[in-house]
């Protein structure tokens, strides 16, 4: 009986002091979460003021194993745009003056081509251009690229040899496939002006003169014109023609323009009419109405500017 009592007052003794424990526990918990709140809080400031103070240090997310470390600015920089690229110029040429035909065509006044020289034998003169036969055998045949459907008939050419050696030509033919374009054939006197003919083949330089003396243009109609087709063709002008236009009654009508250096009314639109001519340099010429008169040289009284 004695050993029950005894029993009973051990375990209500270890009930009394495991209650105390817990209660003792609750009550340093409770007691040290202010603690603990205002030390995270000190913590979290310190950070942040760190962030923000000049030349403090950043945090950065961690970054996996393998892959790159992403880099960002703070402040972004704005974009520049990267420089156009500006045009290199031409080794064969110059920009033309500002007054050149819009038509002017390959062959521009100002522009320097390159090119070879080569010879041919040009018997009278004559050639793709329809002039007829030629005094003068300074002259050559363009390449057929630039010769551009008789464009260049009639133009006056100022041709260089690398030797220094130069001779102006009148260009009166074409030099069909494979003359290059840039290549001139001259006719054998004019190539003997540069170099030894022997040598068959030089490099050379050209570019379009408007030369001093000149006479007044001419006009010629075509065999077998009449007043229901005609051909008409521009001779003795001082600088290339880019376009051709007759009075067709209802306004300008410009012509299309042949390989042999003719300008073409198919219905006969203004054959016998008012001509206007005009230049690579824009410049604009009438001549009156002349009569059409099969492969005959008519004068004129007008003439293009020197340039």
Not at 167 to 190: E, F, W, Y
């Amino acid at each position: 009986m004695k050993t029950a009592r005894h029993s009973a007052r051990q375990s209500a003794h270890r009930y009394r002091v495991m209650w105390s424990a817990a209660l003792a526990v609750a009550v340093v918990a409770v007691l040290a979460y202010p603690v603990i709140g205002l030390i995270s809080g000190a913590a979290e400031a310190a950070r942040a003021a760190a962030v923000a103070a000049p030349g403090g240090p950043q945090a950065s997310a961690p970054t996996p194993t393998g892959s790159p470390t992403p880099t960002a600015s703070l402040t972004p920089r704005p974009s520049t745009p990267a420089p156009k690229p500006k045009p290199k110029p031409s080794p064969t040429a110059t920009p033309p003056p500002s007054t050149t035909a819009a038509s002017a065509g390959r062959i521009s006044p100002g522009t320097t081509y390159e090119g070879d020289a080569t010879h041919y034998d040009a018997a009278d003169g004559n050639g793709a251009c329809s002039f007829g036969p030629s005094a003068d055998m300074m002259i050559a045949a363009m390449n057929e690229t630039d010769y551009e459907t008789s464009g260049a008939c009639g133009a006056t050419v100022l041709v260089r040899a690398a030797n220094g050696n130069s001779v102006t030509v009148r260009i009166a033919n074409v030099c069909p496939l494979p003359c290059a374009p840039g290549q001139l054939d001259l006719s054998k006197q004019a190539f003997a002006e540069l170099a030894d003919p022997m040598l068959g083949r030089i490099p050379v330089t050209w570019s379009l003169l408007s030369p001093g003396s000149a006479g007044t243009i001419s006009i010629r109609y075509k065999d077998g014109s009449s007043q229901w087709w005609c051909g008409i063709q521009v001779i003795d002008h001082r600088n290339p023609v880019a376009k051709l236009e007759v009075d067709a009654g209802d306004g300008w009508q410009a012509l299309p323009r042949t390989g042999y250096n003719y300008f073409l009314s198919e219905n006969g639109s203004g054959c016998g009419g008012d001509i206007r001519i005009t230049d690579v340099y824009g410049e604009r010429l009438t001549v009156g109405g002349l009569p059409v008169r099969a492969d005959v040289v008519q004068p004129t009284e007008v003439q293009f500017a020197q340039h």
